[in-house]
């Protein structure tokens, strides 16, 4: 039977799980693949520290280059999570044609063109089903399953911690500082929190889902990132007498002319529609394909065993194309999409909260700004005041408008002496 070496770079928690599981399963593995897999080194920062999993010492060394180095190893598993190294240790790895697994999502993001350029004069693949949703298999799916699909689009909640906090926000009240505090102690967090928080994991994440989808590495900088720290309860509570639940959403589609939108952002869910009630840490994603329809994939989006399990498949497909090489090295280049619309020219329905004095004439001027501008209201709500010249909430649900409209909007609402506080605005999804 073939036997396959492994170099495991990183054993932090995933990296602990992935040993753990390969050893626990490795008879499942070897009946599956016709293969054994053998790790031949681990790469760890400090070989003196306790591990929740027994790594023999003679396969411990603190050189990653010494994954590169050794014959005996053809898959370098890449869990260090850094920038410089574990990019020269994907591309030393693929100039020696062994084959790379890695969940280095905030590296895919920024040097995926590079990387995989790397691959292809090499013929050597990369395999990254880590770096998405943790445990659900949504790489596979778009790469594999829905090759024969034009990408509609994709709505995805993306990062677990954000969610976490939003479910908490939403269900019990908590504070945003309560909830992240929360969701830290859980372990869900990045070790640098604001990614979570920021939207930039999730911006990671759905530079590489709409990448895979449309052919091209899209550039981190023509795509739309807003974060959750700003928002507050009430939102939240307006936004349920509403309808709607708050979700931190990737949002990736594509147009009739192929050209693609990608942004990340707050949004308001109709509560009926399912990403609604995904809660907690849980990832999910809807995916629209233009010969499937409509798919949903759910599932954890982080966690050791649960991100250990995407890497593992990973292993597994690397050790098959050891065996059979093939034309799919990870990700398959092409020139049918176009470029990614700027968000000025992308529409979407809003949602606006004002801070406004209560007094005749203030919905007026607001509405008049509104009308101007072409921008239509579907539905206002002021919750009853006791004192007129009380400073009340004011919230509008607006009718489809671009980004340009909504911001000139608000530039003037907020200059107007009876809106007491900068305009709030969040956007609102329907999935039509
Ligand atoms: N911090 C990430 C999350 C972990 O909360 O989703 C998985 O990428």
Request: glycine share 10%; proline share 4%; with cysteine.
């Amino acid at each position: 039977m073939q036997q396959f070496g492994i170099g495991l770079a990183g054993m932090g928690n995933v990296g602990a799980g992935v040993y753990k599981h390969l050893v626990q399963n490795r008879a499942l593995l070897r009946e599956r693949l016709g293969c054994t897999l053998e790790i031949r080194k681990v790469a760890v920062r400090d070989p003196a520290r306790v591990r929740p999993v027994d790594v023999p010492a003679s396969l411990l060394t603190t050189r990653w280059e010494d994954l590169l180095d050794d014959p005996s190893i053809q898959i370098v598993v890449e869990l260090m999570g850094r920038k410089e190294e574990s990019l020269g240790l994907i591309l030393g790895a693929i100039e020696r044609k062994k084959v790379v697994v890695t969940g280095n999502k905030a590296l895919l993001a920024e040097h995926g063109k590079e990387i995989f350029e790397a691959a292809t004069t090499h013929a050597s693949p990369v395999f990254f089903e880590a770096a998405v949703a943790g445990g659900i298999p949504i790489i596979k799916a778009i790469r594999e399953a829905f090759i024969g699909n034009h990408i509609q689009s994709i709505h995805g909640i993306i990062n677990g911690t954000s969610n976490y906090i939003l479910s908490r926000m939403t269900d019990a009240e908590m504070s945003f500082d309560e909830a992240l505090r929360e969701a830290q102690e859980a372990g869900y967090a990045e070790a640098d929190p604001s990614l979570d928080v920021n939207g930039g994991d999730a911006a990671h994440k759905a530079i590489i889902l709409a990448s895979l989808a449309y052919g091209f590495w899209v550039p981190a900088d023509r795509i739309f990132v807003e974060g959750i720290e700003s928002l507050t309860t009430s939102d939240i509570r307006f936004a349920k007498q509403f309808g709607y639940r708050v979700k931190l959403l990737g949002i990736i589609k594509s147009d009739e002319s192929r050209g693609i939108e990608v942004r990340v952002h707050p949004t308001l869910v109709p509560e009926k529609h399912v990403l609604a009630s995904v809660n907690g840490v849980f990832n999910a994603l809807a995916v629209k394909g233009d010969v499937v329809g409509e798919t949903l994939f759910y599932g954890r989006g982080a966690g050791q065993d649960a991100t250990s399990s995407a890497v593992i498949s990973d292993i597994a497909e690397a050790a098959d194309a050891l065996v059979s090489p093939r034309r799919n090295l990870g990700f398959m280049p092409h020139g049918l999409y176009g470029a990614c619309r700027p968000i000025d020219d992308i529409e979407s329905e809003y949602y606006l909260r004002l801070s406004v004095e209560d007094r005749p004439g203030t919905i007026a001027q607001i509405a008049g700004i509104l009308g101007e501008l072409s921008i239509g209201i579907s539905s206002i709500l002021q919750p009853e005041s006791e004192d007129e010249g009380s400073t009340v909430p004011l919230l509008l649900m607006i009718h489809r408008a671009t980004n340009r409209q909504i911001q000139n909007a608000l530039q003037r609402i907020g200059l107007l002496a009876c809106v007491k506080k900068p305009p709030r605005m969040i956007r609102v999804e329907h999935f039509s």
